[in-house]
């Protein structure tokens, strides 16, 4: 599984592969044609609620992280959705709206895939 993961409002290239948006809103100034988008995986992003507390606050971000976690983990079919997306286009990018490259829900979504597919390695 490989995939990278962008800022929406950097540009296109062909590296990219297959794009899925993984913000649960979708990103304002952004038309469809401009994104080109392969899919939008809306429920993987944060809630609402989560989203809001944190704020994009650097000093949030360790507990963001552990919160943004235990929501993946109690939202199997959109972990499912996106893992299938995955798999089913091996160069793949995965699109995010926020600012701060380091403190947004892509980071940690990146490193929980990456750590689902090496488990689920290991024990096959």
């Given at each position: 599984m490989a995939f990278k993961i962008k800022r929406v409002t950097e540009p296109l290239t062909r590296a990219d592969g297959a794009r899925i948006l993984i913000d649960r809103l979708w990103p304002r100034g952004q038309s469809k044609e401009k994104?080109?988008?392969?899919?939008?995986?809306r429920d993987i992003a944060p809630s609402t609620e989560l989203r809001?507390?944190?704020?994009?606050?650097?000093?949030?971000?360790?507990?963001?992280?552990?919160?943004?976690?235990?929501?993946?983990?109690?939202?199997p079919d959109a972990v499912a959705e996106l893992q299938g997306l995955l798999k089913e286009h091996p160069n793949a990018t995965l699109?995010?709206?926020?600012?701060?490259?380091?403190?947004?829900?892509?980071?940690?979504?990146?490193?929980?895939?990456?750590?689902?597919?090496?488990r689920k390695r290991a024990t096959a």
């Open positions: 994104l080109q988008l392969t899919a939008w995986v809001k507390w944190f704020g994009h606050d650097p000093a949030k971000w360790e507990e963001f992280r552990k919160r943004y976690r235990a929501e993946l983990d109690a939202n699109l995010f709206m926020a600012h701060d490259e380091k403190h947004c829900n892509a980071v940690v979504l990146a490193e929980y895939l990456r750590e689902h597919a090496s």
